[in-house]
C-alpha cells in the first residue's frame, strides 16, 4: 500500500472502529508546532480545598458529607444524568421515537490531594484509580439490569470539567450507547470474518510501522491512531486481546498504570500546562456473553492545537459535513515522541 501522498494532499481517513472517516488537510500546516508557544500561569492549587465538594471531609454539593478517604473514593453522583428507578417507555412513532434510558451515574476520586492530577500521582496511586475502575465494571456489569458501563474523564475547565479535584466518572446504563454499538457491530464483523480481534491486527501492523507509535511496554502500546480526528488524540490499547479491564493480570495492571502515568505525563509537556482532554475506556458491554470479538482501548481526544491557549474547534464544515484535521497523525506523534519523559514540572523543579 502507498502511503507516499498523506503528508502532502487533503485526503479522508477511516476509523476502523467506527466507520467514521476524517479529513486531513496536511498542506495548510505541517508544522503546526513552530512559532510562538503561550504558555498559561502555573495552577497553583492547594492539597486541599475548603471549598471543594470532593476534598476529603468536605460537604458535596448534594449536601452529603465526604468521608476522610486516603486512596480512592467512589460514590454515586449527586446529579446523575442517568436513574435507577426510571420507569419503562418508548414511542414507535416512524417521525418521534423514543425510550427510557435507566442506570447509575458515579464519581471516582482518583486521589484526596487535591493539587495532583494523573500525570503527577505515584504509579501506585495510579495503580489504585485502574483497580478501582476494575472493581466497578465488575459490580456494576453484574446487575441484570446494566447493559454497559463506561469509565471516562473530563481534565480541566476546556473540557467541561467544573472541579479540578483528581476525579473521573462511571455512567452504567441499560443498553450500549451508539457510539460503543458501532465499535461493537465492527469488531464483531471483523473477527467473524478473520478470527482475530481488529485490534490486534491493527497494532502488529503500527508496531511494525513504529511511525505513530508514542510508547511501549511488554503488555500495551500507546500511539496516535492513523485516523485520529483530535490534533494530539492518543489511545492505549493492550497486546494481549481483552474484551474487558477486568480481564488484566496484576502484571498487566502494573503494565496499563505505568504507560496510563507516561502517556498523560507527555500530553501535559507539550505545552507545559496540565493538559485538557476527554478520555474514555471503551470494552465490552455487560451482557453476560463472551464477546470474544471485543478488544479494549482507551482513547484521548485532547482539543490543545498549537498552545495552552490555541484549542481545535469543531465548527462548521466539521459541523455539518465532516471531521477535519490539518496536522497528521504522523506529525503528532513525532512531536510528542520528542518531548521528555519526566513531567514538565519535576523538570523545572531539577533546574532550580
Excluded at 498487566?252 to 496510563?260: G, Q, R
Amino acid at each position: 500500500m502507498n502511503f507516499d501522498h498523506l503528508q502532502d494532499h487533503p485526503h479522508k481517513r477511516q476509523n476502523i472502529l467506527t466507520g467514521d472517516w476524517v479529513l486531513v488537510s496536511p498542506h495548510r500546516t505541517k508544522r503546526p508546532w513552530q512559532g510562538k508557544v503561550e504558555k498559561l500561569a502555573e495552577d497553583q492549587r492547594p492539597s486541599h480545598d475548603p471549598n471543594c465538594y470532593l476534598c476529603a471531609g468536605n460537604t458535596r454539593a448534594g449536601g452529603k458529607v465526604m468521608p476522610e478517604y486516603t486512596g480512592t473514593y467512589v460514590f454515586t453522583n449527586d446529579f446523575s444524568a442517568l436513574l435507577n428507578d426510571t420507569p419503562d417507555f418508548q414511542g414507535d412513532d416512524e417521525l418521534f421515537s423514543f425510550e427510557s434510558e435507566s442506570g447509575e451515574c458515579r464519581v471516582v476520586c482518583f486521589h484526596p490531594n487535591h493539587a495532583l492530577t494523573l500525570p503527577e500521582m505515584e504509579i501506585f496511586n495510579v495503580e489504585e484509580v485502574v483497580r478501582t475502575w476494575q472493581d466497578q465494571y465488575a459490580e456494576l456489569g453484574a446487575r441484570p439490569e446494566i447493559g454497559h458501563v463506561m469509565i471516562f474523564e473530563n481534565k480541566g475547565a476546556t473540557m467541561g470539567c467544573s472541579n479540578p479535584h483528581p476525579h473521573g466518572q462511571i455512567w452504567s446504563q441499560k443498553r450500549m450507547p451508539q457510539e460503543v454499538q458501532k465499535k461493537h457491530d465492527r469488531q464483531q464483523a471483523y473477527f467473524d470474518k478473520h478470527g482475530r480481534t481488529m485490534l490486534s491486527d491493527y497494532i502488529s501492523r503500527e508496531l511494525a510501522d513504529g511511525t505513530r507509535v508514542l510508547e511501549e511496554n511488554d503488555h500495551f502500546v500507546s500511539l496516535v491512531p492513523f485516523w485520529a480526528l483530535w490534533p494530539y488524540e492518543v489511545m492505549i490499547i493492550p497486546k494481549r486481546a481483552m474484551a474487558h479491564i477486568g480481564m488484566m493480570t496484576e502484571e498487566e495492571v502494573s503494565a496499563y498504570a505505568a504507560i496510563l502515568h507516561q502517556t498523560t505525563v507527555i500530553l501535559d509537556n507539550l505545552f507545559e500546562t496540565s493538559f485538557p482532554y476527554s478520555s474514555g475506556i471503551h470494552q465490552a458491554p455487560t451482557d453476560g456473553a463472551e464477546n470474544a470479538h471485543w478488544h479494549w482501548h482507551m482513547s484521548f481526544y485532547p482539543p490543545l492545537l498549537r498552545s495552552a491557549t490555541v484549542k481545535k474547534f469543531m465548527v462548521g464544515y466539521e459541523m455539518f459535513a465532516n471531521p477535519q484535521r490539518d496536522i497528521t497523525a504522523e506529525q503528532a506523534a513525532a512531536k510528542l515522541k520528542s518531548l521528555p519523559k519526566v513531567h514538565y514540572k519535576s523538570l523545572s523543579k531539577v533546574g532550580e
